[in-house]
């Protein structure tokens, strides 16, 4: 659904990133990490078309209104309300303004923020905005989501409440995942297979590791799996190996 070939991305001089070569299988949750820096998140750019590589390809198997973005910062506009931030992508897909505020009201419920419509973004916690800003894209259904550390600003029981509802989500519907983050703890339990990227410049993915736990998955379930120490153990090492450690205590 997902496949990077030979992708180069950089901003004058020494890529960033260089030879990338990642397939993301339908249906897979496939999770980026690697040191700071080392051009994650240019990967998720050169997929949805805000950066232009320096050359290689991203291909999506999916048209262009399939994919979904979800930001690290919410991206919610002050002035409308939540009702008509989850609806505006409908809108400019000209879905009349009833149908689309209707379709907003059904995914703002299914994400546990019914009457919450007609508030605005500074009326809400930090986590109701996060899953306003999910409404807002699974509202579009894509069949790609990509998502760049959206939940780094939460607490940790926020986070994992949140990050369950999207599992579930996805597994409901098979969506495709590519997921960035910096949270190991978070790309075991969440991910299918992980991906390290290397320090740059130049960076590749240097190592692959499938995450052995059965889906469907519980959060903290899958904490306690006996493959899940040992695999967050590779992933420090592999991390370490790169250069600045990465900020997670080191597992015993």
């Given amino acids: 659904m997902l496949r990077v070939t030979g992708l180069a991305v950089g901003f004058g001089g020494e890529p960033i990133l260089d030879g990338i070569d990642l ?15 080392s051009g994650k998140t240019s990967i998720l750019r ?6 232009e590589p320096l050359r290689g390809t991203v291909e999506v198997g999916a048209g262009p209104h399939d994919v979904g973005f979800l930001f690290q910062d919410d991206a919610l506009l002050p002035w409308r309300t939540v009702r008509r931030n989850v609806a505006l992508g409908l809108r400019i897909r ?16 299914l994400l546990g923020l019914a009457g919450f419509g007609d508030r605005y973004p500074a009326q809400l916690s930090g ?40 599992l579930d989500w996805v597994d409901r519907e098979r969506l495709t995942v590519l997921l960035v983050t910096h949270d190991l703890e978070e790309a075991i339990s969440a991910s299918d297979v992980v991906h390290v990227l290397g320090q740059g410049p130049r960076a590749t993915i240097r190592a692959r590791h499938r ?21 967050l ?20």
């Fill in 23 to 37: 397939d993301v299988a339908a249906g897979e949750f496939a999770t980026l990490v690697g040191p700071s820096g």
């Fill in 46 to 51: 050169v997929a949805t078309g805000l950066l």
């Fill in 94 to 109: 000209e879905l009349p303004s009833s149908e689309a505020d209707e379709q907003a009201e059904h995914w703002l419920s």
């Fill in 127 to 166: 986590g109701q905005r996060k899953r306003v800003a999910i409404a807002q894209i699974l509202a579009l259904r894509p069949r790609v989501l990509l998502m760049d550390e959206p939940f780094a600003a939460l607490d940790a029981i926020v986070r994992t409440r949140i990050t369950q509802e999207l």
């Fill in 211 to 231: 995450v052995a736990i059965p889906r469907p998955r519980r959060v903290l379930e899958a904490r306690g799996h006996p493959a899940f120490g040992p695999l």
């Fill in 233 to 252: 153990r590779r992933l420090w090492d592999d991390l370490a190996a790169e250069g600045p450690a990465p900020s997670e205590a080191a597992p015993s």
